[in-house]
């Protein structure tokens, strides 16, 4: 099965710095990646994603970057923000419901 | 808001315990899936449900029970569980299956602990 990894599992950056989390997936079937916010208390919530025909998306300060190629893709935050404090999770699909695998999480703490 | 609230948001059981986690969506979506998420770990698909009928089971043991009486509400029935299964239990609603690119909408969690 597909296996995802990601890095960190802990981000501290000041604010107005850039953050970067990056993940890798092992099963070149996998064509579509979303990345999650979780903010404390709550469920994950979608913020952006990215399909296997395409290398860059960008939404405002949020950039996903694919790597088809090297089986990896990553989240850019730029100018970032204390309310961008949270755990990101990415996540990998072939399109099946049954076969949608997430990575572990990465908790960033953007400090004032 | 996210249109999809659970019930109860905490739960300490004892291990002969039986309880019910509750969802609802009020999103008007046909999809509702059952997740475990445990501390730094991935988030691990329990169950699956479209347009009320069980279309995956991951390998979940038979002490979690879903149910799913109608496209707006999702039970997980619990008995005999272990300390292992103390963890957070969202449930998540999407209009079609995430295969058809449908984005999930996330509930905020029941918090478990199993003593």
């Known amino acids: 099965g597909e296996n995802v990894e990601q890095h960190p599992s802990t981000l501290s950056v000041q604010e107005g710095d850039s953050a970067v989390i990056k993940c890798t997936y092992s099963d070149s079937a996998s064509n579509y990646f979303p990345w999650y916010k979780q903010e404390l208390g709550k469920g994950p919530q979608l913020i952006i994603d990215?399909?296997?025909?395409?290398g860059e998306k960008k939404d405002q300060r949020i950039a996903v970057t694919l790597n088809k190629t090297a089986k990896h893709f990553s989240l850019h935050i730029t100018e970032t923000q204390p309310e961008d404090s949270a755990v990101y999770f990415c996540?990998?699909?072939?399109?099946?419901?049954?076969?949608?695998?997430f990575g572990s999480g990465t908790k960033l703490n953007v400090k004032p | 808001e996210t249109g999809v609230t659970q019930t109860p948001r905490h739960l300490v059981m004892g291990m002969t315990n039986k309880k019910s986690l509750k969802c609802e969506q009020h999103l008007g979506h046909n999809a509702m899936y059952w997740y475990k998420q445990s501390a730094k770990k991935p988030l691990e698909l329990m169950f699956v449900y479209s347009l009320e009928e069980r279309v995956e089971n991951n390998s979940v043991p038979s002490r979690f029970s879903p149910e799913c009486p109608n496209s707006s509400h999702l039970f997980l029935h619990l008995h005999t569980l272990q300390p292992e299964d103390s963890a957070l239990y969202l449930c998540?609603?999407?209009?079609?299956?995430?295969?058809?690119?449908?984005?999930?909408?996330f509930g905020p969690g029941t918090r478990l602990t199993v003593l």
């Open positions: 996540a990998a699909s072939q399109g099946n419901f049954n076969k949608f695998y």
């Open positions: 990215i399909r296997s025909n395409v």
């Open positions: 998540a609603s999407s209009h079609g299956l995430v295969s058809s690119g449908d984005e999930q909408f």
